[in-house]
Every structure is written in C-alpha cells, then in structure tokens.
Nanobody, 115 residues
Framework: QVQLVESGGGLVQAGGSLRLSCAAS????????VGWYRQAPGKQREFVAGYTTSSDSTNYADSVKGRFTISRDNAKNTAYLQMNSLKPEDTAVYYC????????WGQGTQVTVSS
C-alpha cells in the first residue's frame, strides 16, 4: 500500500505560482506511476500531469502544457507539481495519484486562483 499526502495548495492571483507536494509513505522510486489530477466544482476529475518511472517520462494535459511541471525527489519520497502562470480556470482540488500494485489517491489540496 501507499499513503499519499498532498500539501501546498492555497489562494493565488492569476499569473501567480504554486508548488504542490505529494509525500509518499514509501520509496517513490519504487512506484510505477505518479500523477496529478484535479476536480473543479461541478466537474469530473481530470488528468493534469503524470510521471512514469520505467520510462522516466512525463505527460501533461493540453490545458497545462508549458505552465505546469511534474517532478519528484527520490530522497524525500515526494512528487511535486510546479504550477506557473495560473489562471482562474485552474481552480480545483488537486489530487495526487499513484499506481504500484494498486491505485492510490491522496486526500486532495485546494487551489484557488483569483482573477
């Protein structure tokens, strides 16, 4: 099993930046896939960014390409989502997601972008 704890959300003005963290309960280097999803009020949860360990590759939703960056720190067992040039439409609860002999979700962290 993997427990995931997100942090770093908050209120920011449009054009600003935030960095979200996802702390894993075990070695993040041993986790096959780590991703970020978000859910805005009244909308379905959607993919934002992902990192695949075996291929050392990342992928992003078109809506965040060039603005968001997913990374990880193996020593800290933590994945990050650096979010720049934030827009009001980025407002959502952001969830960390991991796949490793099962699928796991964090509890989410709220990001609010004011115009």
């Amino acid at each position: 099993q993997v427990q995931l704890v997100e942090s770093g959300g908050g209120l920011v003005q449009a054009g600003g930046s935030l960095r979200l963290s996802c702390a894993a309960s075990r070695s993040i280097g041993s986790i096959n896939y780590v991703g970020w999803y978000r859910q805005a009020p009244g909308k379905q949860r959607e993919f934002v960014a992902g990192y695949t360990t075996s291929s050392d590759s990342t992928n992003y939703a078109d809506s965040v390409k060039g603005r968001f960056t997913i990374s990880r720190d193996n020593a800290k067992n933590t994945a990050y989502l650096q979010m720049n040039s934030l827009k009001p439409e980025d407002t959502a609860v952001y969830y960390c997601y991991a796949v490793s002999s099962g699928a796991y979700w964090g509890q989410g962290t709220q990001v609010t972008v004011s115009s």
